[in-house]
């Protein structure tokens, strides 16, 4: 199965509004992806409780995982995303 | 014939209005029985939570910015796959829909608190989310701030932080609660927003819903179901009233010239415009707290450096107080609070922190001095909860070191009051905390609304300790002013600049009408009213007596 490793770049995690904008992102994508912290067992990318469950701070590293038609390219989109500091933006 | 209540006002002003009530959480029954038809249960389940998000993403598109945001967040969590998923598990082990529900929420809620108390305000959205979903369910009415649509006066039993963001002040006329204090979340709140407010008003819950009630928040009273004629009146004197504080005008002093600094209180940089538009001499308090709260680690120095710049261009030319950070006891951060503190009220808190994190202070102290290199307002620095003359002079040594001119204390530990003379000499201003003060002196609870008459600030104790305070910084020349709530109480304001305190710290919105009284009192008549204060037995007292001789 595809998968991304990346380090979360909002220095509040993905907390707040990064995870808002991260979990809306992912509700966008054709394919259902998991996100999971290092170790950890992965959650649904579209649950907003599950990815502020996870607890995920800057500089954690985070592993994001899908399967199917358009995998990568979602991966590689969300990937992008977690790694902006996303709360320093507008 | 009218009934009139009273309580404590805690916001001034004159407003009247139809009631609307803000229902309790709903009680989840215990003894449910499952429909025994799974598909049943779950289509109620769902179509209850999709009723709550559409709700919020509805009163979310009504709501100014940051509201906003807040109910789309929640909207979110309503919407939450995981959620409903284990909500459909649930009804398919053969619970009810309320049980499985309750269950769901319940999961996420321990998920959310073991990570961290940061994630406090998340597990209050949560629940509040919970008691919308389970009185959809059950039918009752909706808990949380009411809607109903047109312009209302809100009675509560009191308001939890969660309840404010959502809370749209354009419709909100009044607030009055059955419990809650002079410092509690809902005076603080309705002062910042300019709502009238009266709290611990006994019988409020009991008015009825949609009634008529007159609320005058500085003289404390509700009046249930006033004829026109009076509602009338009681506007129109307020409206002259409004008038009349809007004629005096620029810094503040007696009506025999001694000045009085008015200065407004902040707790960020987002209503920066509206406190730098109000008329005063600057920012008597700039609590700092804000940049540390629900994250899980220390902001940067750069990121301070550019929050404090903000304040001081917003101020430029006048006074800036700045108090350093003041974690712990109700405001509890995940990198400094000690999880377990027996008693955190007394704990490791305010200036005491920096005992175990220098760092944060040091930090601190680097990113004000930074923006102050950089602007052109006077900037101060003060620490919170600071009990002997070492530690003021330790911290004011440490203020100069960053190149600050000033470096000063809080006075609300009663051991800082009582050797005020010695903690003079040690820094260079003080600044008393009225709340904290009277809750350390009257050894009762700042949030318990049963003991806020030991918490009122008229409380002659409480005076004594101003007074202390004020004769040592004259002794010694050192500026003491007052940035507790207490200070926006007008009668409350002479009886301070008559016991010696120059200057004195506010919310924006209630420094019109001290500035009015101070011009109409000279400073032998303020030292009058702070002897008849003294004298008192209890704050009720005191406060009676002081209303007396200004009508004398």
């Keep these: 199965?595809?998968?991304?490793?990346?380090?979360?770049?909002?220095?509040?995690?993905?907390?707040?509004?990064?995870?808002?904008?991260?979990?809306?992102?992912?509700?966008?994508?054709?394919?259902?992806?998991?996100?999971?912290?290092?170790?950890?067992?992965?959650?649904?990318?579209?649950?907003?409780?599950?990815?502020?469950?996870?607890?995920?701070?800057?500089?954690?590293?985070?592993?994001?995982?899908?399967?199917?038609?358009?995998?990568?390219?979602?991966?590689?989109?969300?990937?992008?995303?977690v790694a902006r500091d996303l709360d320093s933006e507008g | 014939m009218a009934e009139t209540l009273s309580g404590i006002g805690v916001?001034?002003?004159?407003?009247?209005?139809?009631v609307a009530k803000m229902a309790p959480p709903p009680v989840v029954p215990t003894d449910v029985k499952p429909s025994g038809d799974a598909e049943t249960e779950n289509r109620a389940a769902m179509d209850a939570m999709r009723a709550v998000a559409h709700s919020l993403e509805e009163r979310a598109s009504r709501a100014p910015g940051e509201a906003a945001s807040v109910l789309a967040a929640q909207a979110m969590m309503a919407e939450d796959p995981t959620l409903a998923s284990k909500v459909t598990d649930g009804v398919q082990a053969g619970k009810a829909a309320v049980t499985a529900v309750v269950e769901a929420f319940g999961d996420f809620r321990d998920m959310l608190l073991a990570a961290g108390p940061y994630m406090a305000e998340r597990v209050a959205d949560l629940d509040d989310l919970r008691n919308r979903t389970v009185a959809t369910l059950l039918g009752v009415p909706m808990p949380g701030v009411p809607?109903?649509?047109?312009?209302?006066?809100?009675?509560?039993?009191?308001?939890?932080p969660a309840d404010t963001a959502t809370?749209?002040?354009?419709?909100?006329?009044?607030?009055?609660?059955?419990e809650g204090g002079p410092t509690s979340h809902t005076?603080?709140?309705?002062?910042?927003?300019?709502?009238?407010?009266?709290?611990?008003?006994?019988?409020?819950?009991?008015?009825?819903?949609?009634?008529?009630?007159?609320?005058?928040?500085?003289?404390?009273?509700v009046a249930v179901a006033p004829d026109e004629a009076t509602v009338q009146q009681a506007l129109e004197a307020e409206q002259a009233k409004l008038a009349a504080l809007k004629a005096v005008s620029g810094p503040g002093r007696t009506s025999d010239g001694h000045p009085v600094q008015l200065l407004v209180n902040i707790a960020g940089d987002k209503d920066l415009a509206t406190a730098a538009a109000a008329d005063s001499e600057g920012v008597g308090l700039f609590r700092t707290e804000f940049l540390f709260l629900d994250r899980p680690n220390a902001p940067t120095l750069e990121e301070q450096q550019?929050?404090?710049?903000?304040?001081?261009?917003?101020?430029?030319?006048?006074?800036?107080v700045v108090r350093t950070l003041d974690a712990g006891a109700d405001k509890p951060l995940e990198f400094v609070t000690m999880p377990d503190e027996p008693n955190p009220a007394l704990g490791v808190r305010g200036l005491r922190t920096s005992r175990r994190h220098p760092e944060l202070l040091e930090d601190q102290l680097t990113a004000v001095a930074g923006a102050a290199g950089a602007s052109k307002a006077e900037v101060w620095v003060m620490a919170p909860m600071v009990s002997t003359k070492a530690e003021a002079a330790a911290f004011a040594e440490q203020v100069r070191g960053h190149g600050l001119a000033s470096g000063g204390v809080m006075v609300e530990v009663p051991a800082a009051a009582i050797r005020a003379r010695h903690v003079a000499l040690a820094c260079d201003f003080m600044s008393i905390g009225t709340n904290d003060l009277s809750q350390y002196t009257y050894a009762a609870d700042r949030m318990a609304g049963e003991l806020a008459d030991l918490l009122?600030?008229?409380?002659?104790?409480?005076?004594?300790?101003?007074?202390?305070?004020?004769?040592?910084?004259?002794?010694?020349?050192?500026?003491?002013?007052?940035?507790?709530?207490?200070?926006?109480?007008?009668?409350?304001?002479?009886?301070?600049?008559?016991?010696?305190?120059?200057?004195?710290?506010?919310?924006?919105?209630?420094?019109?009408?001290?500035?009015?009284?101070?011009?109409?009192?000279?400073?032998a008549e303020c030292r009058g009213l702070a002897t008849v204060a003294l004298e008192a037995e209890d704050g009720r007292a005191a406060r009676a007596a002081v209303r007396d001789a200004t009508r004398g």
């Design chain 1, 1 to 81: 199965m595809p998968e991304r490793r990346v380090v979360v770049g909002s220095k509040v995690g993905l907390h707040a509004r990064p995870a808002a904008m991260f979990v809306q992102a992912a509700a966008k994508q054709p394919v259902k992806v998991t996100i999971a912290k290092t170790g950890g067992d992965p959650v649904d990318a579209r649950s907003i409780l599950s990815v502020l469950a996870l607890d995920a701070r800057g500089g954690d590293e985070v592993v994001l995982a899908a399967d199917g038609d358009g995998a990568d390219q979602a991966l590689d989109e969300l990937a992008a995303l």
């Design chain 2, 11 to 18: 916001s001034p002003g004159v407003a009247a209005g139809p």
């Design chain 2, 147 to 160: 809607d109903p649509g047109h312009p209302f006066v809100l009675i509560a039993l009191d308001l939890a």
């Design chain 2, 167 to 178: 809370l749209d002040a354009e419709r909100v006329r009044a607030i009055i609660t059955e």
């Design chain 2, 187 to 221: 005076a603080i709140l309705a002062k910042s927003l300019g709502i009238p407010a009266v709290v611990t008003v006994h019988g409020a819950t009991g008015i009825a819903e949609g009634e008529t009630v007159l609320v005058d928040g500085t003289e404390g009273t």
């Design chain 2, 306 to 320: 550019a929050v404090y710049q903000r304040v001081f261009d917003a101020f430029e030319g006048r006074k800036v």
């Design chain 2, 456 to 523: 009122d600030a008229w409380q002659p104790a409480l005076l004594e300790l101003v007074r202390l305070t004020a004769e040592a910084g004259k002794a010694h020349g050192r500026p003491v002013g007052v940035c507790g709530e207490a200070a926006s109480d007008p009668l409350l304001a002479l009886v301070f600049v008559g016991l010696g305190v120059t200057s004195l710290s506010m919310a924006p919105v209630s420094i019109p009408a001290v500035r009015a009284a101070l011009a109409t009192h000279t400073l």
